[in-house]
């Protein structure tokens, strides 16, 4: 099996097959936690790979597949889970950085995303090298942070 953020490409091994060499089968999938009623179905006419688009990133899918051919059908295997990648291009960045020299706070905006994020707050040093501080959930906002670094610096960023 292999998977992307948004695809997968799914392999079964073949049982019996009635000595028939014109076994195609049939594959269907839904989102965990979706009801059958919303299972989407594709044929899959010759082997045992088919591939799957149009998925959402990060997301798990439960996987069954049936053969077919002049003998009937089969009844649906065994489901498998599969979860698709995180599509780290769709990660959105920091924007709109401020950094309050009274307070020796930091905020930032970040564009809605369907994960919890993690932030890496880092500070230049004096010689111009950046040392990470802290890493802080983005679960709620707003996202302001003291920044206390026990030595001083000229620059703060958020990865």
């Given at each position: ?69 002049n003998h009937g059908e089969s009844e649906w295997s065994g489901r ?25 706070s930091t905020s930032f905006k970040v564009s809605n995303y369907p ?38 610096f000229q620059n703060v960023r958020v990865r």
């Open positions: 099996m292999e998977t992307g953020a948004n695809n997968m490409v799914v392999t079964w091994t073949e049982n019996f097959n009635g000595g028939m060499n014109n076994t195609s089968f049939k594959l269907q999938w839904f989102e965990q936690g979706a009801s059958t009623e919303y299972a989407r179905e594709k044929w899959c006419p010759k082997g045992n790979v088919c591939s799957l688009e149009d998925l959402k990133q990060h997301t798990t899918y439960l996987v069954q597949v049936k053969a077919l051919n498998a889970s599969i979860t698709t990648q995180i599509d780290v291009s769709q990660i959105p960045s920091a924007e709109t950085i401020f950094f309050e020299k009274l307070t020796k994960l919890n994020l993690i932030a890496k707050l880092e500070v230049m040093s004096l010689d111009g090298s950046w040392k990470h501080l802290r890493s802080v959930s983005l679960k709620n906002k707003p996202y302001k942070f003291t920044v206390n670094p026990q030595t001083k």
